[in-house]
């Protein structure tokens, strides 16, 4: 019995080569394909295949949307995540979410075919070249402090260039006030000043974070 297959990518010349890459395997079988979320999950509700090899961005959201909701539903089938954005992040979360496989868009087809073999066969284990690597670079790089919620909205306007008054002004808080926080931040970050403050925010990621979800834009 052949091992049946989804191909989730809104691009139709890399499903297609995937598509041809297993089916040059005997073992392997595509029941689907799909081009984005929705498609994907009404699909595989149809279909049931056994491994559902999905891209990381499709036009209507994150293909480990697709693997969560697979995940919620089956612990046996393979997901394997496919991607160019192969980063450890991108790592993480696939693993986080459920996936049994994460495989970059530059690796050779035989590798995903292989990947989707092992998802198949052990789909609550996770397979990915990079995870030593990721796992030992995630050991070794600091935590980032918490700050409160004012603090974050403080280091953000810090990060924008504004000074200590138009910071209160901005926050309707008195300068005394101000102050006291951006010390709390220097305190935590272990900075002397506000480029020591910002270099070692942007290091480990915080402005990155605090931009993409800042109340004050």
Do not use: W
Request: contains cysteine; aromatic residues 4%.
């Amino acid at each position: 019995m052949s091992t049946t297959v989804m191909l989730v990518d809104d691009h139709e010349l890399i499903r297609q080569g995937l598509a041809k890459a297993f089916e040059r395997d005997e073992e392997m079988a595509i029941v689907g394909q799909a081009g984005s979320v929705n498609e994907a999950l009404a699909a595989y509700r149809e279909l049931s295949p056994h491994v559902v090899v999905t891209d990381l961005q499709l036009p209507d959201g994150l293909g480990l949307e697709i693997v969560r909701a697979v995940r919620q539903e089956s612990d046996s089938v393979g997901l394997v995540v496919l991607t160019m954005h192969a980063g450890d992040d991108q790592i993480f979360a696939a693993m986080e979410a459920g996936a049994s496989a994460f495989v970059g868009k530059d690796s050779k087809a035989s590798e995903v075919v292989s990947a989707a073999k092992h998802a198949a066969v052990a789909p609550r284990t996770f397979l990915c070249a990079g995870l030593s690597a990721a796992m030992m670079r995630r050991a070794t790089t600091p935590a980032a402090p918490k700050l409160s919620g004012r603090e974050e909205e403080v280091l953000v306007l810090l990060a924008e260039g504004l000074g200590t008054s138009d910071i209160a002004g901005r926050l309707y808080l008195s300068e005394s006030t101000a102050k006291t926080h951006i010390t709390h931040i220097y305190q935590k970050l272990g900075a002397a000043n506000r480029a020591q403050a910002l270099v070692t925010a942007m290091r480990m990621g915080m402005l990155d974070h605090l931009s993409s979800s800042d109340p004050l834009r």
